[in-house]
Each structure stands twice: as structure tokens, then as C-alpha cells.
């Protein structure tokens, strides 16, 4: 297999600052998973109880239609933005030592 | 160049190629392109408005933009195969998102979304939140690692992560069953659109279509086929958009539709109330109903109603023969003499359509549920009604669960995120890929509400005499998509008259809206476009599939690249040939194919992908295990619940759902089951050698480098 002759970072080498870096980027998809989940299927199973007027729309229809996309859009930028700078402070972090 | 894993470009290469020249040069292509797309627009609307017939629009249309991406398939021909795959892993971010969106944006999305808002109302928003949502699972589960990964298919990732060949057989044959499900809805759009545009029948559009698809993804691989989709989603949002701005400004003066909507669905809601009321509409539901009494009386004794029917036919061809001043209704009544079934279990079927669509019109609203009231039935009502509620509910759950991990599950897109040049890039990329569908999405309902207020309020109440042109034009088309009949003889169009195919709303609205005739080819040439850049991006991964994973990987891994890309090419002709010709066929049911390939998708490769990356204890024979069982079950559910699936199957047993949930949401199940699966038999099995061990720790890090 190709693959085997590469050359692979041994196990043993994964530092603490590696492992931290995992575990953040766990706590913030963990974090942005259960917001998506909440606008999503937390709003639709109260839907009925949340019909009330919006700018013209019942609420939960906004949610459905506008809301929860819009927020599902905040997310993603979000993530993209947040690991970015966490990928930053790995790489300065690595040059320090 | 050999692709070996980690694969990337020669650093220096990728760098000069991705460099801010290279996106200014893209940004200044694609500005002059959306300019002359627009002017080309506004020339037709001149030449339209000096009398040029409405034939050449459509034609010109037609050939203008399918004419365009052919052109650029030929300017990117390559047989370069990191070209060809994977379109050299320098696509910058915003123009992935905008490959990605018209890639994603199918013929369902663009044709069919918002003619599902219009059917069904707040249900419909299940596909609005299921289809965007799942960017969140693509962004925070799969892109980004993918990409670390770094080679050409979803295949390649689950066989290097899992090891050995049986991973890589079962995801050959998801990649190729979901994908092969999804492009057929595509072609049956090409064709819809095509007959209409220019007047040929429907088969011949269907191939017509494919012309434009094959010479670009044919010569030019996923490099062709990203620049292309990046023309195609300019053209589609832009068509998507302008008549929905014509239709909000004329009903509301405002010229955004999303904020102006709100107030129409207000009024919307007033209207439907008055027409549940009004004597007309209740008149022509009492006629269907007595018309479903009938067919369930015929149904009771069948073989004396079908003699009846027979004798009646006959006795009336015999009338208009001897009354010769009638002869021109003779061969219609021959036809539907001839039209009776033989079989006595053939009519009864044929009774049992009948009396549904009678029992769905004898409804207030021509069966449709009030626009803005989410789910059926009713909490505090009585014991139905609460288990109506429940169990609308619980299937609008199921759904958005079904398409949001579909999303995060299907190849085609999953395998744009390869083509960025860095993991930093493929979040971002994904960031823009839900921004760019979010324009048609929060669009959509917008859409829906504008056309349903227009219909109620201006064409319902029409004498039948000065229906509109489209009306007659679209039945003409196919009546299945639009048909009126004035059932209680008041020469005027009540709702309940008249039957309206989702797939024609967004097609229809510049006609329903009035606008000129070169809205509704701009329409079109979007629609085509949507269909086109998605059943680009299916064939491509179905041939890649087939060439890069079960030949080079798995029959011929000394294939030299240009044999690789050669039969590459090859293969996706005849793919695209094949499918071209299921499409003709019109198979029975598309939303249900769109949903299957969603399921199949979600089924198959989500718990093994996201397990592969977040559990480093996740074992081959688990994985294979897992994507086994969640196709099967999903298979066997479509199988025994679906009309069409059990017709295909020959399963006559009654249909017995699991918690009430509809066939179109069978994914759920097997995904659950797979998760189950490989979580339970990982556990039972040895550990994954330290090799895969390995793979999770790289693709997790994107700084770290491969030695």
C-alpha cells in the first residue's frame, strides 16, 4: 500500500496543546449542534403553541421558512470563523516551541 | 503525477494558482458574464416587445445558455486527473459555494420546492429547513476533514479509513444507487422544461438536455463542470428571483418579497376562509362527493358495474351512429369505450384513483390544509384529531431529519469540498455554498404565498371563456400538470375545478403574474439550469465511481492516468444514456425518487462517515456492517410501504407503517440502525490497526503536515 510507505507522526508525539485543540473544536461543534437542533426541531415541535403574530407571519411559519435558515447560515460562518482563529493559535503555539 | 494519499498539488503550484490574481481574473470573467447575461435578457424583452414570436424566446433561450456551457466545457477539456476529478484543488471558496449551490439546487429545489409550499403549506417548510440545515452537519462533521483527506471520492475515504475492499464495494454501490436516483428526477426536469420551451415532446427534450450536459462534463471533469455550475447558479438565481420581485412589487409595492410576504400571508389566510364558505365551492365538493359515493358503490360489485359501463359505452356509440349530426363525438366515444379495463381487478384500481382524487376535491381548499396552520388535526380536539396532530408531527420531524442528513450524505456534493485548496478554505466554502442557497430557499415560500394569493383572488371566480392562454397551454403539456373542468355547469372557475401539479407553480408564475413571455423563458433557462448543474455533478460522481474506484482501485491499480480518465469519459456516456432513457419512461413517482436518493444517501454513508472521523474505536467490519444494515432496512421499509416500490416488488400484503411514519422519510430508520450497528459491533470487534488509528489523528489536524 502506498500508503503505509508515508512518512506519519508517531502516536506518541501528539502533544497536550494537540489534544486541546480537539477537544475546543469538539466543545464548539457540540455547542453549534445543539442550537441548530433547538431552531430546528425544538421550534417545529411547538409549532402550534408558537403561532403567534410576526411581522404578519405566525412565528413558527417565519422560523421555518426564514428564521431557521438564517440561523443555520450564522452557524456555519460562525464555525468557519472560530476554528480559523484556533487554527491560528495551534500554528503560533507550534512555532513557539 | 501519482495520486497517492495525502494527495495535494505541488505547494508552489497550488499557491500561484490560488493567488489573489488568479480570483481577481474569476472575478472579472464572471462580472462581464452576469452583465452580458443581462443584457442578453434585455435584448430578447426588446425583441419581444417589436413582435418576435414567442417560439424563437424559448428557442433562443434554449440554445444561448446551454450553447454557453458547452462553450466552457470545451474551454476547460482536460485529461489531467486531478484536473478531472477534482478540478485541481484551487477552486477559492466563494466559487466552490456557488458550484456547490447550483450543484445542490436540483429540478426539486428550483421547479418543485415551491410547488410543494403551494400544495401543502407549512408542511412544505420541512424541505426548506431539512435542505439547509444539513449544512450544518457538512460543515461541522464532514467538510473540512474531507478535504484534510484529500483524494477523489467518498469511496476512497471510507476504504482508507476502514481498510480492505468490502467498505469500498458497499460504498461503491450507495454512491452509485443514490446518485443513478437522483439524476432521473433531473432528466424527467430537462424534459418538462424543454417540451415546454420550444414545443417538442417530452423524450426528445430529454435528450436534447443531455447534449449540453455531456459536452461539458464529457470533455472538461469536475473542472468543467465547477465553472460551468458557477455560470449556471448566476443564471438560476437570477431567474428564480426577478419574477418573484415583478409578482411582490405588483401585489404590495414592495420590492422584496421576503419582507413583503408576511402581510399577503395574512390576507391569504382571510381568503381561504371565504372560499371555504362560498356557495360555488360548496356546490362542486358536493359533486365530488357524489361522485366518490358512485365509485365506492361500483366498487362494492364490480363486475356488474364494469358490464354496466360497457353497455352504457356501447349503447352510445350506437346513438351517435345513428344520429349523424353528433358524428364528430363518435371517436371520443369509441376512445373511452375502448379506455374501460377488461380485468375486473384493473377497473377497480382504476375506481380507487378516481375516488380518492374525488374524496381530496370534495375538501374545502381542493384538499389543500390552510397555508399558515402547521401539522393536521388538533391538540385539544377529540381523540382523532389529537392522533392526527401526533402523528402529522411526528412525519414532519421525520422528514427534516431524513433530508438534513441526506444533505450531509450525498457524494456529488460531499466530493465538492475536495476541489478547495485547504481545509480552511472547504469550511469557509461551505459557509458560502449555504448563503448562496439560502437566496432561493428564503425565496421560495415568499413564491409560494405571491402565486397561491394571485390564484385565489384573480383567477378563481374567471368566466371559463377568458381563462388565460397558459391555462390551455399547460394542460396541453401534460393534463396531469394542470386541468380544469367546470363541474357544476356556472361557466366559472371555482378552486375545486381545477387541479395544479406542484412541478408547474415556479414554471407558471410569470404567466399566473402576467409578465412578459421573456420572464417565463428567463424561468425556464433557470429551471434547466438547475436541473442541468445537478445531473452534471450526478453523472460525473457515478462515472468517477465507476472508473477511479472499481477499476483503478479494484481491477486495474497499474491503469495508466489517461486509461483512467479515458474510460472515465466513456462510462459517463453511457450512464448518461441510460438514465436519459429511464427518464423518458417517465417512472411513475419523482418526489419520491428525489426522497429515496436522500435516504439511501442518509442511510448509507452518514454513520459511517461522521463515526469514521469522531471515534477512532469505529472498525472496518463495523462500518461495512453498519452501511449494510441501513441501506437494507431503508430498502426494505421503501419496499413494503411505498405504491409504487410495492408495485415494482409485487407486494400485495396491506401496508403496515412503523410508528406511522411515511415511506418518504424511510432513511430515518436506517440511519438509526447503522449508527447502532457499527457502534455495537465496534465494540465486539478488534481495534483498528494503527494505521487507520493514524488517518483519524491526520485528518483531524489541519496544520499538521504528512511527515
Known amino acids: 500500500m502506498a500508503f503505509c510507505t508515508r512518512k506519519l507522526p508517531d502516536m506518541r508525539q501528539i502533544t497536550v496543546s494537540r489534544r486541546g485543540y480537539w477537544s475546543q473544536n469538539l466543545r464548539i461543534i457540540s455547542a453549534l449542534l445543539l442550537l441548530c437542533c433547538s431552531a430546528t426541531f425544538g421550534v417545529s415541535y411547538f409549532a402550534r403553541d408558537m403561532s403567534f403574530h410576526f411581522f404578519g407571519w405566525p412565528f413558527s411559519f417565519w422560523m421555518g421558512a426564514q428564521g431557521a435558515p438564517a440561523i443555520y447560515c450564522l452557524i456555519v460562518w460562525f464555525y468557519a470563523h472560530a476554528m480559523r482563529r484556533l487554527d491560528a493559535a495551534q500554528e503560533r503555539e507550534r512555532e513557539a516551541d | ?26 472575478n472579472r470573467v464572471y462580472a462581464m458574464y452576469t452583465c452580458s447575461f443581462v443584457l442578453f435578457v434585455a435584448a430578447l424583452a426588446a425583441l419581444e416587445q417589436m413582435g418576435l414570436p414567442r417560439q424563437w424566446i424559448g428557442f433562443t433561450f434554449l440554445l444561448g445558455t446551454t ?9 476547460c477539456r ?33 421547479i418543485g420546492m415551491a410547488g410543494t409550499l ?24 464532514l467538510a473540512p476533514y474531507l478535504r484534510k483527506f484529500g483524494q477523489f471520492t467518498i469511496p476512497d475515504f471510507l476504504s482508507e479509513r476502514y481498510g480492505g475492499k468490502l467498505p469500498r464495494v458497499v460504498a461503491i454501490i450507495a454512491t452509485i444507487l443514490c446518485s443513478f436516483a437522483y439524476v432521473i428526477p433531473q432528466l424527467y426536469g430537462v424534459g418538462l422544461i424543454t417540451s415546454r420551451l420550444i414545443g417538442v415532446p417530452f423524450e426528445l427534450g430529454v435528450f436534447l438536455g443531455l447534449g449540453g450536459i455531456l459536452v461539458c462534463s464529457f470533455l472538461g471533469g469536475m473542472r468543467a463542470v465547477t465553472w460551468t455550475q458557477v455560470a449556471q447558479y448566476i443564471v438560476l438565481i437570477v431567474a428564480y428571483l426577478i419574477p418573484v420581485v415583478w409578482l411582490s412589487v405588483k401585489q404590495t ?13 395574512e390576507k391569504l389566510s382571510a381568503v381561504e376562509k371565504v372560499l371555504s364558505k362560498d356557495p360555488g365551492e360548496l356546490e362542486v365538493r358536493e359533486l365530488f362527493r357524489e361522485r366518490s359515493v358512485a365509485l365506492e358503490r361500483k366498487m362494492a360489485n364490480p363486475e356488474a358495474a364494469l358490464a354496466a359501463d360497457r353497455a352504457a359505452a356501447i349503447q352510445r356509440i350506437e346513438e351517435l351512429k345513428a344520429d349523424t349530426a353528433h358524428a364528430s363525438e363518435l371517436a371520443g366515444a369509441e376512445r373511452s369505450l375502448a379506455a374501460l379495463p377488461n380485468e375486473v381487478s384493473a377497473a377497480v384500481q382504476v375506481w380507487a384513483v378516481a375516488k380518492s382524487v374525488a374524496d381530496n376535491k370534495a375538501q374545502a381548499l381542493n384538499g389543500m390544509p390552510a397555508h399558515a396552520t402547521p401539522f393536521a388535526g388538533d391538540p385539544q380536539g377529540d381523540a382523532e384529531a389529537r392522533q392526527a396532530f401526533d402523528v402529522s408531527r411526528r412525519n414532519f420531524l ?38 448562496f442557497i439560502f437566496l432561493l430557499y428564503f425565496t421560495a415560500p415568499a413564491l409560494a404565498v405571491l402565486v397561491k394569493y394571485e390564484v385565489f383572488t384573480h383567477l378563481v371566480g374567471t368566466p371559463f371563456d377568458q381563462l388565460p392562454a397558459w391555462v390551455a397551454a399547460w394542460s396541453k403539456v401534460d393534463p396531469g400538470l394542470l386541468s380544469v373542468a367546470d363541474m357544476n355547469k356556472d361557466g366559472i372557475l371555482q378552486l375545486n375545478e381545477m387541479s395544479i401539479g406542484g412541478d408547474i407553480v415556479v414554471l407558471a408564475t410569470p404567466e399566473i403574474a402576467g409578465l412578459p413571455y421573456v420572464v417565463s423563458g428567463l424561468v425556464a433557462a433557470g429551471g434547466l439550469a438547475a436541473a442541468l448543474s445537478t445531473a452534471d455533478g450526478l453523472l460525473l460522481t457515478i462515472a468517477n465511481s465507476l472508473s477511479h474506484d472499481v477499476y483503478y482501485k479494484m481491477i486495474d491499480p497499474n491503469a495508466s492516468t489517461a486509461r483512467r480518465v479515458a474510460l472515465s469519459k466513456m462510462l459517463l456516456m453511457l450512464v448518461a444514456l441510460a438514465a436519459a432513457y429511464v427518464a423518458a419512461q417517465k417512472p411513475a413517482d419523482i418526489v419520491f425518487l428525489v426522497s429515496a436518493a436522500f435516504s439511501f444517501a442518509a442511510a448509507a454513508f452518514f454513520p459511517a462517515l461522521t463515526l469514521g472521523i469522531f471515534w477512532k474505536r469505529a472498525t472496518g467490519i463495523a462500518a461495512s456492517l453498519g452501511m449494510l444494515a441501513g441501506l437494507a432496512t431503508t430498502t426494505y421499509y421503501m419496499a413494503v410501504t411505498q405504491p409504487w416500490m410495492r408495485s415494482v416488488f409485487g407486494i400485495t400484503e396491506p401496508i403496515r407503517l412503523w410508528w406511522e411514519i411515511q415511506p418518504i422519510s424511510a432513511g430515518l430508520f436506517g440511519v438509526l440502525l447503522g449508527f447502532i450497528v457499527i457502534v455495537l459491533v465496534s465494540l465486539v470487534t478488534p481495534k483498528p490497526d494503527a494505521r487507520s488509528q493514524r488517518l483519524v489523528e491526520y485528518v483531524r489536524y489541519p496544520n499538521q503536515k504528512e511527515t
Open chain 2, 1 to 26: 503525477m501519482h495520486p497517492d494519499w495525502p494527495a495535494s498539488p505541488s505547494k508552489a503550484g497550488a499557491e500561484a494558482a490560488t493567488g489573489p490574481a488568479f480570483k481577481r481574473e474569476l
Open chain 2, 67 to 75: 450553447g454557453l456551457y458547452a462553450a466552457i466545457g470545451i474551454m
Open chain 2, 78 to 110: 482536460t485529461s489531467d486527473p486531478v484536473e478531472y476529478y477534482v478540478a485541481g484543488r484551487r477552486v477559492p471558496a466563494v466559487y466552490n459555494g456557488m458550484a456547490t449551490g447550483a450543484d445542490w439546487m436540483s429540478a426539486a429545489s428550483f
Open chain 2, 118 to 141: 403551494y400544495l401543502t403549506g407549512y408542511a412544505g417548510l420541512a424541505f426548506i429547513m431539512g435542505w439547509t440545515s444539513g449544512y450544518c452537519l457538512v460543515a461541522l462533521f
Open chain 2, 253 to 265: 409595492g414592495n420590492p422584496i418579497p421576503q419582507v413583503a410576504y408576511g402581510y399577503q400571508l
Open chain 2, 398 to 435: 421525520a422528514l427534516i431529519f431524513c433530508l438534513m442528513i441526506g444533505t450531509a450524505a450525498l457524494p456529488h456534493l460531499l466530493v465538492r469540498y475536495y476541489t478547495v485548496p485547504s481545509v480552511q478554505e472547504a469550511r469557509e466554502s461551505v459557509s458560502w455554498s449555504l448563503f
